[in-house]
C-alpha cells in the first residue's frame, strides 16, 4: 500500500489549500481514507475521514465548516479542501486508510508521508 500525499504549502490566515493523497496497491471498496494532522510536541490529531464506498464523511470540530474531505474514485484520490485556513491549522498533514471510522491516529492502518501546511499570521 502506498498513499502519496501532496499540495501542502506557505498561506495567509484566510486562504485555503488543497491537499491530495494518491492511493495505490489498495482494494478501497470498503475502506476508510482519512487525514491528519500533527504539529511538533503534540500527538497526531485526526482531521477529517471519508468511507471510500458510502461517502460518509466525518469532521472534527475544529475544521467543520472550513474544511471538506472527498474522494474521486477513478484517479484513486483523496482531497482536503481547507478553507478559512487559520494559524492553528498549521501543521504537517498526512494521509491515513483505516478499517473502521477512527479518531485517532492508534485506529490508522497506513500511512503517507507527510506534506506541510504553514497559515501565516
Known amino acids: 500500500v502506498q498513499l502519496q500525499a501532496s499540495g501542502g504549502g506557505l498561506v495567509q490566515t484566510g486562504g485555503s489549500l488543497r491537499l491530495s493523497c494518491a492511493l495505490s496497491?489498495?482494494?478501497?471498496?470498503?475502506?476508510?481514507m482519512n487525514w491528519f494532522r500533527q504539529t511538533p510536541g503534540k500527538e497526531r490529531e485526526f482531521v477529517a475521514g471519508?468511507?471510500?464506498?458510502?461517502?460518509?464523511?466525518r469532521y472534527a470540530d475544529s475544521v467543520k465548516g472550513r474544511f471538506t474531505i472527498s474522494r474521486d474514485g477513478a484517479k484513486n484520490t483523496v482531497y482536503l479542501q481547507m478553507s478559512s485556513l487559520k494559524f492553528e491549522d498549521t501543521g504537517t498533514y498526512y494521509c491515513?486508510?483505516?478499517?473502521?471510522?477512527?479518531?485517532?491516529?492508534?485506529?490508522?492502518?497506513?500511512w503517507g508521508q507527510g506534506t506541510q501546511v504553514t497559515v501565516s499570521s
Open positions: 491515513a486508510t483505516s478499517d473502521r471510522a477512527v479518531a485517532t491516529a492508534a485506529g490508522a492502518r497506513a
Open positions: 496497491g489498495l482494494t478501497t471498496s470498503d475502506n476508510f
Open positions: 471519508i468511507r471510500w464506498r458510502e461517502g460518509t464523511k
